[in-house]
């Protein structure tokens, strides 16, 4: 049986790069210079209030779907602490071997001293393995992340705009070389309509350039969950 991301790129009509050691999938990844995200609407959920664990499609450009992410929390905490929740999320292929693993540690929301709860997550491929991780940066207007690698080198940052929270319309975050200053992708979260206003799910698109080292996407892709988490699963309270 082909294997489906392979199959996704022949339909792409690109040719899957072969990088020694890495899945499938993640080879996939290595080839493309956009990656949408979209959670999955819960219909029980949304009738009953009742926070279940998040699950989300990653696809490329053409919405055909190459991973999978899912939160791993248990009910108590889900329910307690809303968006400011710690988790871990699964990132797998389409025949669910793991490739990424996410962990964000609880950080509290309600603190009047910023930097006392700045955000943070680790970012592990394969999972145990740290590739590097994002934290929030203390800002008084824009929100902004740092991304580092493993040796919590900064590779890049990520700056919102001041109207984040602004309904009805997209919201962007540039994603910035940290060594060079100049921008080289975005996270764009969508405006998702009736499946956003109902629903209370949200839908990202992550660019960056096509022959960025596949890690570093790998890194910008978990930055964008906790980007998701930080300011736009609240939504749902």
């Known amino acids: 049986m082909a294997d489906p991301a392979h199959v996704q790129m022949q339909m792409q009509g690109v040719a ?16 493309l210079s956009e990656v949408n995200i ?13 926070e279940k664990n998040n699950k989300y499609r990653l696809c490329n450009s053409q919405d055909q779907q190459f991973m ?5 929390t248990d009910c108590c905490v889900r329910q307690c602490c809303g968006p400011a929740r710690p988790f871990t999320m699964n990132i797998t292929d389409n025949n669910e071997q793991p490739l990424i693993q996410l962990y964000r540690p609880f950080r509290c929301q309600a603190s ?9 997550m680790d970012i592990m491929s394969p999972p145990g393995l740290s590739v590097g991780g994002v934290k929030q940066l203390w800002t008084p207007w824009k929100p902004k ?3 580092h690698d493993a040796q919590n080198t900064p590779i890049f940052h990520i700056i919102g705009e001041c109207c984040f929270c602004c309904p009805c319309t997209d919201i962007t975050f540039q994603v910035v070389d940290a060594q060079k200053g100049h921008e080289i992708g975005q996270i764009i979260k969508h405006w998702g309509g009736c499946r956003e206003i109902c629903g209370a799910v949200n839908d990202f698109k992550v660019t960056f350039p096509q022959d960025l080292d596949v890690m570093k996407k ?13 300011y736009f699963e609240r939504n749902k309270q």
């Open 218 to 230: 790998t890194l910008l892709l978990g930055a964008t969950f906790l980007i998701d988490f930080n």
């Open 145 to 147: 992340f740092e991304v």
């Open 112 to 120: 009047l001293c910023m930097c006392c709860y700045l955000q943070e």
């Open 68 to 72: 999978y992410a899912k939160e791993d």
């Open 38 to 50: 979209h959670q999955h609407l819960d219909i029980l959920e949304v009738a009953i209030g009742w």
């Open 16 to 31: 899957p790069p072969q990088v020694q050691g890495l899945p499938p999938a993640l080879n996939f990844l290595s080839a």
